[in-house]
């Protein structure tokens, strides 16, 4: 199978409504052509829906939505030639992998010749060469998401779209699929649209994620601007730990609990919190230059790999530092009901809106 | 240890869900069973009283006796056929409506489903009569001149027989609609096919277990069906069953009835060990 063409994705004031709930507020989207883009959201957030919708099994209540520079909205499903791998795989239980994969292909007439080419082409690539007679119940889950994958790319569609593909995988299964995926991804460059609700999985897969909530896109960035600097809460909350701070803003400078503070966007002035990641924050022995808070320990957790230590700031707000749980660490670490001091620099200290 | 204990235990459950059971198993036993084996055992005896093959010679020698059970499997597969092509559509509009109309249609299905088989029959009669509602009706709108014979014939006999035989049909069909997969019709058709073609490549075959399942009881039932042929058939359409009816009421022939029974049976047990080979019985019960 060689490159695809791919195409841009324009979304615009996209809306549905159930009753009086609003699944999709207007939404605006733009993936790139080519882009590996996740949905990132709660479930009941829109992600699914806006997924739906893309794929038109949902007709929304008003909006445009273009491929390319064809706008789409009105089409029937089957005229959209996009590939879908639905989140229970949907494969035709009745048929063989072969037949399974060949019914794209049996549906635009492609010779039997070239079709069965395609087909083992399209197994070769998934990793289940010779698969092709096997029945869809003697496969396991891993083996299904192939096929499924499969026949989502064998005619070469210009977009795929992807619904949880791999919340029915165990853990390991879902982190190597989660790598052969974006590896197929980056092999045939279709612009390609997944939706999760795996914070980590998205951070590990996409070139952009758009984190969704409340129908509504909250933020759009590469993975990392995201983790770094989420622009709300609710994303940061989403997204990996955090503790957010209640700070005042006075003088140009930040106030937590009456210490000032460095930090990397203070020009932000009305309702703020100060968000920290856990594995930013070091308890005791502050660095020069650091942000220091002293707090109480309330209490401290061993997680194998890392351990967790909660303080209690003097006006009672709670913060966390996580440490990678190597033996002088843990022998270092504090007792409950310590008091001691959580330093973090001021590139780790991000003002985010409440 | 324990393990005399807890196995004393376990069997002790086991024989718990036995006793549960055993009002039913005797029921069987006495009212099934026992009459089936008596009726075995009369069909090997004689007028006189000794034991012989005669009743069974006659229906090899008597070729009416062929035709009997030619028109009972010819009689069935019709039925069968025209509920397969009946009720395969509104199963599949019972399938398509929302949850609540169609349980309300389902109900207008069953209703009659509850009505004792005479009393359906009857009414049949009633409607289908040269002077009945279907006559009276037909010729008045003009679409035909002389009243139809629709009732003491062939076409009376399959009328009655869908009728009742429809239920048995939409029950199975409409649950293997039921049970496919939404997401099948939606994967069809972001492949690339139009509603039309997911039906026939996806839908249609993925229904099938149901039809089988449900023509095969349909066949079945037929194959003994009593009631609706002998009141609306009106002595023209006489399958097994009523042959057998008439050998006992009229020539008090115990044996001779056995016998055809018999038959009917073993023929009935030899095209369901058939059609479970053609496919295999499990996928219509469902994996």
């Known amino acids: 199978m060689s490159r695809a063409a791919s195409v841009p994705i324009t979304i615009r004031g996209v809306a549905k409504t159930y009753g009086k709930v609003a699944a999709l507020d207007h939404v605006d989207l733009d993936v790139r052509s080519g882009e590996f883009l996740t949905l990132l959201g709660p479930s009941g957030s829109g992600k699914t829906t806006l997924l739906m919708v893309l794929a038109g099994f949902i007709r929304p209540d008003e909006g445009s939505i273009r491929f390319g520079d064809n706008e789409v909205i009105r089409l029937a499903p089957h005229k959209r030639d996009v590939g879908m791998v639905f989140q229970n795989y949907a494969l035709f239980p009745h048929l063989d992998v072969a037949a399974n994969i060949a019914f794209p292909l049996k549906l635009r007439n492609v010779p039997a010749a070239e079709a069965s080419q395609r087909i083992e082409a399209a197994l070769e690539m998934v990793q289940l060469a010779g698969y092709g007679k096997r029945r869809v119940h003697e496969l396991s889950g891993g083996q299904r998401q192939r096929v499924a994958l499969a026949r989502a790319i064998v005619f070469e569609p210009r977009i795929v779209l992807m619904d949880e593909p791999l919340s029915a995988l165990d853990k390991q299964l879902r982190e190597l699929m989660q790598l052969e995926l974006r590896a197929l991804h980056d092999k045939l460059g279709m612009t390609t649209i997944y939706v999760t609700h795996d914070q980590r999985e998205a951070l590990t897969m996409s070139d952009r994620v758009a984190v969704i909530s409340g129908g509504r896109v909250q933020q759009i960035d590469a993975p990392r601007s995201l983790y770094d600097a989420p622009v709300n809460r609710f994303v940061a909350e989403f997204i990996g730990e955090s503790s957010c701070l209640a700070v005042e803003m006075r003088e140009g400078r930040c106030h937590c609990a009456g210490v000032a503070l460095n930090v990397v966007n203070a020009h932000d002035n009305h309702s703020v919190l100060l968000m920290l990641r856990p594995e930013r924050v070091r308890v005791g022995e502050p660095r020069d230059g650091d942000n220091v808070l002293h707090a109480r320990v309330t209490s401290v957790v061993y997680q194998g790999d890392t351990y967790l230590v909660q303080g209690a700031l003097a006006d009672g707000s709670r913060i966390s530092a996580r440490g990678i749980a190597h033996a002088e660490a843990l022998d270092r670490v504090p007792a409950i009901g310590d008091s001691t001091t959580f330093a973090f620099s001021a590139r780790d200290a991000v003002l985010v809106r409440a | ?287």
Request: charged share 10%; aromatic share 10%.
């Open chain 2, 1 to 287: 240890m324990n393990r005399t204990e807890l196995r004393r235990d376990e069997l002790r459950e086991r024989l718990a869900l036995l006793g549960l059971g055993a009002p039913a198993i005797l029921l069987v036993v006495v009212v099934m069973a026992l009459p089936v084996l008596w009726l075995f055992g009369l069909s090997f005896v004689a007028d006189d009283g000794s034991l012989s093959l005669v009743h069974y010679r006659r229906l090899i020698a008597q070729p009416a006796y062929a035709r009997i059970f030619v028109a009972t499997f010819k009689v069935s597969f019709i039925t069968t056929a025209i509920c397969v092509l009946v009720g395969y559509p509104l199963a599949y509009v019972l399938s398509q409506l929302p949850r609540r109309a169609a349980n309300l249609c389902l109900i207008a299905v069953m209703l009659p489903f509850w009505t004792s088989i005479l009393v359906r029959t009857y009414a049949w009669l009633v409607l289908l009569q040269r002077q009945g509602l279907v006559n009276t009706w037909g010729i008045k709108l003009g679409l035909w001149d002389e009243p139809l014979a629709l009732v003491h014939n062939l076409s009376g006999t399959l009328i009655g027989m869908v009728h009742i035989m429809l239920p048995f049909l939409v029950l199975p069909v409409l649950g293997a609609m039921r049970s496919i997969d939404g997401d099948y019709l939606k994967a069809a058709a972001n492949l690339g096919a139009s509603p039309t073609r997911a039906f026939w490549k996806v839908f249609f075959p993925l229904s099938l277990p149901g039809v089988f399942a449900g023509a095969l009881i349909v066949f079945i039932i037929c194959l003994g069906f009593y009631v609706t042929p002998a009141v609306l058939g009106g002595g023209k359409v006489i399958l097994v069953s009523n042959q057998i009816a008439s050998d006992i009421e009229l020539f008090f022939n115990w044996g001779a009835a056995s016998a055809l029974g018999v038959v009917l049976l073993v023929l009935t047990l030899g095209f369901l060990a058939i059609a479970s080979k053609l496919a295999r019985l499990e996928s219509v019960v469902g994996r």
